[in-house]
């Protein structure tokens, strides 16, 4: 148990509701409570939270699915790691190893990052 109150942050995006909420030992009223559904601030503050809610995508969003499979892909294409082969005057590079995620696939992500903001 932390010493000072904090707080509340729902770790989700996209939330939809909230169902039931107990702060400190205290039942509130789930509608009087103030969230933001795109970031998970809450109006709330405490040391020990209980809190019910609803959240998420009603369908997977088509650019995670897209990032998903070319990271698939990846990984069959070069399950070893291996950038390059060549053999005899035909060399192949390969633009994507081992499905790991490349410094663009973090800004393709960044929408779906979750955490406070500044």
Same mark, same amino acid.
Request: glycine share 10%; no cysteine.
């Given at each position: 148990m932390r010493?000072?109150?904090e707080a509340v942050w729902l770790p989700a995006m996209q939330i939809e509701a909230i169902a039931s909420v107990t702060i +400190? /030992?205290?039942?509130?009223?789930p509608a009087?409570? +103030?969230f933001d559904p795109d970031t998970g601030w809450t109006s709330l503050c405490g040391r =020990?939270?209980?809190?019910t809610f609803t959240a998420g995508h009603e369908a997977i969003p088509e650019d995670l699915v897209t990032l998903t499979l070319e990271?698939?892909? /990846?990984a069959l294409g070069s399950p070893l790691?291996? *950038? =390059?082969?060549?053999?005899?005057?035909? *060399?192949?590079?390969f633009t994507r190893t081992s499905g790991a995620l490349q410094p663009a +696939?973090?800004? =393709?992500?960044?929408a779906y990052k979750l955490g406070r903001l500044p």
């Open positions: 010493p000072f109150s +400190d /030992g205290t039942t509130l009223t009087n409570v +103030d =020990r939270v209980n809190l990271l698939a892909a /990846g790691g291996i *950038s =390059r082969e060549q053999a005899g005057a035909v *060399s192949v590079t +696939d973090h800004a =393709r992500l960044a």
